[in-house]
């Protein structure tokens, strides 16, 4: 799998139209098929629905310019860390954005673009897993 950033970012672009629809969506499905991970989260979400919708814009302008992206991410997950975060949840997680995305992209949305979302995610999850192992969460039980 490849990173294909101009599919990344015109399916992010008719997505993003939705504004944050699109991550109230994704926290309902996350929920809904996770509902183990519903604890780690407030039980109001607007802000963290605000939070993540800025945080996706951001990966999203930073795709091309690896140090931003990887400094950014890195942060994110020493942050999450601290929130009782675990690598197992980053499947979920992908699983439910990549379902939101799908769901709101409209006819940009493509078997290719799915492959470019499911490697950016495989970034994510890679560079913030390596974040919270060390900030020492990786061996602890949920």
């Not at 399916?11 to 098929?33: D, I, K, P, Q």
Request: aromatic share 10%; no cysteine; glycine share 8%.
């Amino acid at each position: 799998m490849s990173i294909d950033p101009v599919l990344v970012k015109s399916t992010f672009a008719a997505a993003e139209s939705h504004g944050t629809e699109v991550t109230a969506w994704f926290y309902r499905h996350l929920f809904e098929h996770h509902p183990d991970v519903r604890p780690l989260f407030a039980e109001h979400m607007d802000e963290q629905q605000d939070r993540l919708f800025a945080a996706l814009g951001t990966l999203v302008s930073q795709l091309e310019d690896t140090d931003a992206l990887v400094g950014t991410l890195t942060a994110l997950g020493r942050r999450h860390a601290a929130y009782g975060t675990l690598p197992e949840h980053f499947p979920a997680v992908g699983a439910s954005l990549i379902a939101a995305l799908r769901h709101f992209a409209g006819d940009t949305w493509s078997p290719e673009a799915e492959a470019a979302w499911a490697a950016v995610y495989g970034i994510v999850a890679d560079t913030m897993g390596r974040a919270l192992a060390e900030a020492g969460t990786s061996g602890a039980d949920g």
